[in-house]
């Protein structure tokens, strides 16, 4: 299969899972918080969204007062973030060739869709040149030596193919990113799994999404990692 029919049946998977399930598909709101708290973007800044979805973290940028802009290779996706989001710039759009200015965004998130993109280390020159020096830069990523991810759904082939699924270990997604020319800031597990949980364990209490959390286990261990950069 070419490159370009690759992409297209990415495309078309997305476009029915978001057809289909809509929201469903996707976190709720709450687990987006925490990327705000992470990047904690200034206002009156530009904010991208790479792989934006239907836009629940542009909607978690809500009171930030920053201009935010989105792109996504499905249709579906775009239609339904400028829905959530009437205020915000979306587009449809390819990560691999991103249509905005050089150095345009102060901060960036590409959450959960880096490792699906054909050409990583096109994506990421794509994304560091659209940011600004010393733009934030925001990133979670799926870990390969989870133990789910490399007792049962890779040697199962249980993994998404259609939507290129894919993850890498930490070392490999350090040296990726250290490739492209990205300080790594801090590497930290993916909170909202705990989170889910404490709300099921604590159901009469409310639990602060958007908290920085110490974990007690190694964060090699997590099923997907985030990481908090900044363009050099």
């Known amino acids: 299969m070419t490159v370009v029919k690759e992409q297209e049946q990415i495309k078309s998977w997305f476009d029915n899972v978001y057809k289909t399930k809509g929201f469903r598909y996707l976190r709720p709101l709450a687990a987006y918080k925490i990327f ?30 920053v201009e935010r802009y989105g792109v996504d290779i499905s249709d579906v996706a775009v239609e339904g973030c400028r829905k959530l989001c009437p205020e915000a710039k979306v587009t449809v759009g390819n990560a691999e060739k991103l249509p905005y200015r050089n150095e345009m965004f102060d901060s960036l998130t590409c959450l959960g869709s880096l490792e699906r993109m054909m050409n990583r280390d096109l994506a990421l020159a794509e994304q560091l040149r659209v940011t600004k020096q010393g733009a934030d830069i925001c990133y979670m990523v799926r870990n390969s030596e989870n133990f789910t991810w490399h007792f049962l759904l890779k040697p199962l082939n249980l993994y998404n193919k259609k939507g290129h699924q894919d993850a890498l270990s930490l070392e490999q997604w350090k040296t990726l990113f250290g490739n492209a020319g990205l300080e790594i800031v801090k590497v930290y597990p993916d909170h909202w799994p705990y989170h889910r949980l404490m709300q099921i364990l604590k159901f009469w209490k409310k639990i602060d999404t958007g908290k920085i959390l110490k974990f007690p286990m190694s964060v090699s261990h997590a099923y997907e990692f985030i990481f908090h950069l900044r363009k050099k």
Do not use: S
């Open 36 to 65: 705000v708290t992470i990047l904690n973007p200034k206002p009156d800044t530009k904010h991208l969204d790479v792989a934006c979805g239907l836009g629940l973290m542009l909607k978690a940028l809500d009171n930030k007062n």
